[in-house]
């Protein structure tokens, strides 16, 4: 029945694939569900799995289509939630990057919030030369000179994920061995 399925998609049959969507359509949200945690997420999700299924069909292998669907949806999942961490941090980390109103955001910072900026930053200055090398390059370059993953992978001539995952890792570093309280 399902290797039948497949091969009505496989020869362009609309209908097929309707059929396949509406034969799985919950089993997928439930997945994808499973790792976003969030609705609108999941929905998103979902119909993307389907465009995969779609295009990757040719290179289906009759090795059980529930199975071969699902692992679909988790790859993608996975991927959906890395990619919203990843801006989420890069939001965090980088106020530029925000979305910018008609109203500036610096017209609502206090002074006070600038004065404790300014001493974080004397203070990471200070302490950096605590830090093991490989890690205070990164936290220099990206925390006191505010470069970019790309510029400083260019520097350093090295992928941008690289980048990422030596300020990760400089990152737990620093709060593994610096107290929370002096940051504050």
Known sequence: MEQ????????GSDHAFRVLIEKYKHHVFRTVFSIL???????DA???????IYTSLPQYEDQGLKTWITRIAVNHAIDSKRKTARRNEEMADNPAALPKAD????DYESVE??????????????????MPE?????????????????????????GVK????????????MKKHWKEEEFR
């Open 134 to 158: 490989n890690y205070r390059r990164v936290i220099q370059d990206y925390y006191i000179e505010e470069k970019s993953y790309q510029q400083m992978a260019e520097e350093q001539q090295v």
């Open 46 to 52: 979902s119909q993307e799995v389907f465009v995969k």
């Open 37 to 43: 945690r969030n609705q609108k997420d999941a929905e």
């Open 162 to 173: 690289t980048i990422e995952t030596k300020l990760y890792r400089a990152r737990l570093w």
């Open 113 to 130: 919030a600038k004065f404790e900026e300014k001493q974080l930053r004397l203070l990471v200055r200070r302490r950096l030369g605590e």
């Open 4 to 11: 039948a399925l497949v091969e009505k998609v496989r020869n």
């Open 103 to 106: 109203i500036q955001l610096e």
